[in-house]
């Protein structure tokens, strides 16, 4: 069976991974010279950061590059798909396709591809400017390759 991927939020994770990613930040940035450092400077075991190194990452550092597919319900509002394609566009992403659907009662469903290039912002930082949008009601990443 192929592996499965998910895309979930940080508030969503156990607390166990999240201190497995900021362990790989500490060893990646050179702050610790060993996994034992890492993982006491974190308070886990190696056991629990060997365990889950290989399947947790932040979603930003492996965007690059990549294609993400983004669905997101929007008030029927002049202007305000203007200002989420200009938010895109700050961050140096590519929009490869956009579907809107007609409005009902005055509610739209707007499904985007967004190539996130080597010279894209963080990705993650751009979804949650998209989210605090007056007008959008919420931003889900569909699937990422």
């Known amino acids: 069976m192929a592996d499965k991927y998910f895309v979930v939020k940080q508030k969503a994770l156990p607390e166990v991974l999240l201190k497995v990613v900021e362990a790989k930040r500490l060893l990646e940035a050179e702050k610790v010279m060993t996994v034992q450092e ?29 294609t993400i597919t983004l669905i997101m319900q929007v008030d029927d509002t002049p202007g305000l798909l203007s200002n989420v394609l200009a938010l895109i566009a700050e961050y140096h992403a590519n929009i490869l396709t956009i579907h809107q659907t007609i409005p009902i ?7 985007m591809s967004v190539e996130i290039l080597a010279i894209s912002g963080n990705s993650s930082e751009m979804i949650e400017k998209m989210e605090a949008q007056v007008g959008v009601h919420y931003v889900k990443i569909l699937s990422r390759e």
Do not use: C, M, Q, W
């Open 105 to 111: 009662n005055g509610i739209a469903s707007l499904t």
């Open 38 to 66: 890492a993982t006491e400077a974190v308070d886990i075991s190696r056991s629990s950061f060997y365990k889950y190194k290989d399947d947790i990452f932040p979603f930003h550092e492996n965007a690059r590059g990549k």
